[in-house]
């Protein structure tokens, strides 16, 4: 089943508030132009952190380039007091690869300077750590 700090599953699992059945769900942006709201299909991919994230030191810059609102939430590392690591909420992340370094052909995009990020078929995800909730 999915976790994560201050998920807000239940929340995130539920319609918007006033939509029914079968309406379409909002999506909107906040002030700073990043997506709110849920996303409205599954992504093909999912950011995974790996062991490498260093938290850019408290100012990460795969949260700058992350179009979603709150989709990438920085934590503290248990292992490594008092630094800092990237957590990717599951059910914002909408799959859009501007989080990672490494473009297609081995091209250098403006992501993760550590490489710390990959991107993971959705079903992948989902066998290690059971189905989203949408």
């Given at each position: 089943?999915?976790?994560g700090?201050?998920?807000?599953?239940?929340?995130?699992?539920?319609?918007?508030?006033?939509?029914?059945?079968?309406?379409?769900?909002q999506?909107?942006?906040?002030?700073?132009?990043?997506?709110?709201?849920?996303?409205?299909?599954?992504?093909?991919?999912?950011?995974?952190?790996?062991?490498?994230?260093?938290?850019?030191?408290?100012?990460?810059?795969?949260?700058?380039?992350?179009?979603?609102?709150?989709?990438?939430?920085?934590v503290?590392a248990?292992?490594?007091?008092?630094?800092?690591?990237?957590?990717?909420?599951?059910?914002?992340?909408v799959g859009?690869?501007k989080?990672?370094?490494?473009?297609?052909?081995?091209?250098?995009?403006?992501?993760?300077?550590?490489?710390?990020?990959?991107?993971?078929?959705?079903?992948v995800?989902?066998?290690?750590?059971?189905?989203?909730?949408?």
């Amino acid at each position: 089943m999915y976790s994560g700090p201050d998920s807000g599953v239940a929340a995130l699992g539920s319609p918007a508030p006033g939509a029914g059945a079968g309406t379409e769900r909002q999506s909107a942006k906040n002030a700073e132009g990043k997506f709110i709201g849920r996303r409205k299909v599954k992504p093909k991919l999912l950011a995974v952190v790996g062991d490498g994230c260093t938290g850019c030191a408290g100012s990460p810059v795969c949260q700058i380039y992350c179009p979603v609102d709150d989709c990438m939430v920085l934590v503290a590392a248990d292992d490594s007091y008092p630094y800092q690591r990237i957590w990717v909420d599951p059910l914002r992340c909408v799959g859009c690869k501007k989080c990672v370094t490494q473009g297609p052909d081995a091209s250098l995009l403006d992501g993760c300077p550590w490489e710390a990020i990959a991107m993971v078929p959705t079903p992948v995800w989902e066998a290690e750590h059971g189905a989203l909730l949408y």
